[in-house]
RNA sequence: GCAUCCGUAGCUCAGUAGGUAGAGCACUCGGCUUUUAACCGAUUGGUCCUGCGUUCGAGUCGCAGCGGAUGCACCA
């Protein structure tokens, strides 16, 4: 049993009161010969198929159609006369008037509590009120559970217990359940979308003997038989590219990523990222691609590119505005980066603005970090931010025409970065170059800096065609999708810390059984 | 990591000035029976997140800790 003082996490513990009644009434069922946990259910439809079906039934109407239904009791009225039994597609209502069952039923009905999953077999009817009903005639346990659930008028609201108890969150509240349907929605339908344009689906190794590909910390774990230390990816970025140079020509991976940094409402320490990579193409027709991928998804999953969010309205109508990094910081700020040549200057240009620095250590970073914290917020509507600083960009191609960019985009949406593409760096010395000194960096504490990947660099120099390859944070664009406020709400389990005593007992708990 | 706020029954929440721990719903028992949060009656249910302190006395005041939310930082 559990100490007490942690109720927020342990809804009825194991020696209260209420799952104590549960399991009488499970000893009584079984002393009737029920099998609480039976093993299937022959089910002839769904509750919203029947709704469907019965649409034009009138009230105090009875059919002698025959239907069988399964689901969970979530509500009951009139000592269990009217039940709301839940499947996955809805409620559908049940009459049990006792006139219709056996006595050896209506005894097993007083054992049944909310929560309980049941089968049902009866006819259909409509209500005086005009509910759809069951009429049941025959009913069994399907399981029975120990647990109560909370307050069906009050709601399960309680953040910290939901996210800690997710099946009750989902069970509780629909909408939950709604958010990861529509998340799976939206990742098949980029699936679909890549797969239509002849992309492989590859993929990448988790565990990796460095985590490159990505400014962030990772996560360190240790393989025992070998006795090294791995690191969790923090891209897919540098494998995939090694399939472009390999021969494939279109791939991408939706996979998993791990960040050791801060959690808020738009970091979890795990999330899923969208990587694709095309030969052949360049950060111009990346964006084309971006914005057409994107508003298919929307259409899919929302059925309109116009998504209301957090009180706004975003409109993924076509195209998107385009503006260089310079240019996006000479409208907020009004100052021309362009004129301003060196770091020392910059720096000075930066103090003037407000802009706080810190780490940084070039001029084009210091324009970043400008950019950062006076432009980004003000992207509400979805915009691409192009051009951006080379030493903020080791993986990128430097730009065509203009010294010191990478041809490089993200795409802001609410202030928010949602994606991250460019025309990808080929050239294998400038790689070489570019990598060694994120190696200085990261050899001089920069714990976000890029290791030195000595395969990457010789898988270049085998050769890599032209390619244009992008990263979208499928979290942060289902957020919008969904007018999710926290990234946590579009994900089924996310990150807790955990609550080491209540963990600790049960555990002890078990040692002592065995 | 920093700041602010929060933690009381299974759920949702009150708790006044520091003075025996409260409500609604749920649960249990009884009554009633074509409801729409059914209703009527009765009962039951607590490590007030944890620890220490102040006090005759702490849910309430102080300190420390744990967990969470939001914002900032980091970052995507």
């Known amino acids: 049993m559990f100490a007490g003082g942690y109720s927020v996490t342990s809804l009825e513990s194991e020696g209260g009161r209420l799952r104590a009644e549960r399991l009488r009434k499970l000893e009584d069922l079984k002393g009737l010969g029920v099998k609480p946990y039976p093993y299937r259910f022959e089910r002839t439809h769904k509750a919203e198929a029947l709704h469907k079906l019965y649409e034009g039934l009138a009230p105090e109407t009875e059919t002698q159609d025959v239907v069988r239904v399964c689901g969970k009791v979530l509500n009951e009225r009139n000592s269990w006369m009217f039940v709301d039994l839940y499947d996955e597609s809805g409620k559908i209502q049940l009459f049990c008037h006792k006139e219709s069952l056996s006595q050896e039923k209506l005894d097993m009905r007083k054992l049944f509590d909310k929560g309980d999953y049941i089968g049902v077999t009866g006819t259909v009817r409509r209500t005086k009120a005009g509910e759809l009903s069951i009429r049941v005639t025959d009913f069994e346990l399907l399981c029975k559970s120990l647990q109560p659930l909370p307050d069906s008028w009050e709601g399960f609201t309680d953040v910290e217990a939901r996210y800690r108890h997710r099946y009750v969150d989902m069970v509780m509240n629909p909408s ?54 791995l690191y969790l990816r923090i891209a897919t970025e540098l494998h995939l590219k090694r399939l472009i140079v390999g021969g494939f020509e279109r791939v991408y991976e939706i996979g998993r990523i791990f960040r050791n940094e801060g959690i808020s409402t738009r970091h979890n320490p795990e999330f899923t990222m969208l990587e694709m990579y095309c030969a052949y193409g360049d950060y111009n027709d990346l964006m084309d691609f971006a914005e057409e991928m994107v508003v298919d998804c929307a259409m899919k999953v929302c059925g309109t ?38 770091f020392d200057e910059m720096k000075k240009v ?165």
């Open 350 to 514: 930066a103090t003037t603005l407000g802009v706080h620095l810190e780490k940084e250590e070039s001029r084009g970073e210091v324009i970043n970090t400008i950019f950062e914290s006076k432009v980004e917020s003000t992207l509400i509507q979805p915009t691409f931010i192009i051009d951006y600083p080379v030493e903020i960009s080791p993986l990128t191609k430097a730009h065509r025409t203009n010294p010191g960019e990478v041809e490089r985009f993200e795409l802001f949406v609410f202030g928010r970065e949602l994606a991250n593409g460019y025309s990808e760096l080929s050239d294998p010395l400038d790689q070489r170059a570019r990598l060694e000194d994120q190696a200085r960096k990261k050899a001089a504490g920069n714990e976000e800096a890029m290791p030195l990947d000595l395969d990457f660099i010789l898988a270049m120099e085998y050769g890599m065609p032209p390619t244009m390859g992008i990263g979208i944070g499928i979290d942060r664009l289902v957020m919008f999708l969904t007018n999710s406020a926290s990234i946590r709400d579009v994900i089924a389990f996310p990150t807790m810390k955990p609550i080491a005593e209540p963990a600790k007992q049960l555990k002890d708990t078990v040692a002592e059984k065995v």
């Open 305 to 342: 590119n116009s998504l209301e969010y957090q009180g706004q309205t975003l409109s993924l109508a076509r195209p998107w505005r385009r503006v260089r990094m310079n240019d996006a910081i000479k409208e907020v700020t009004g100052v021309d980066v362009e004129s301003v040549k060196t």
């Open 176 to 229: 939950v359940r709604d958010t990861l349907r529509k998340r799976s929605m939206a990742v098949r339908a980029i699936r679909q979308f890549l797969d239509d344009r002849d992309f492989l689906e590859i993929e990448t190794p988790t565990l990796q003997v460095e985590a490159g590909g990505a400014d962030a910390r990772p996560f360190v774990t240790h393989h025992n038989t070998l006795d090294i230390d």
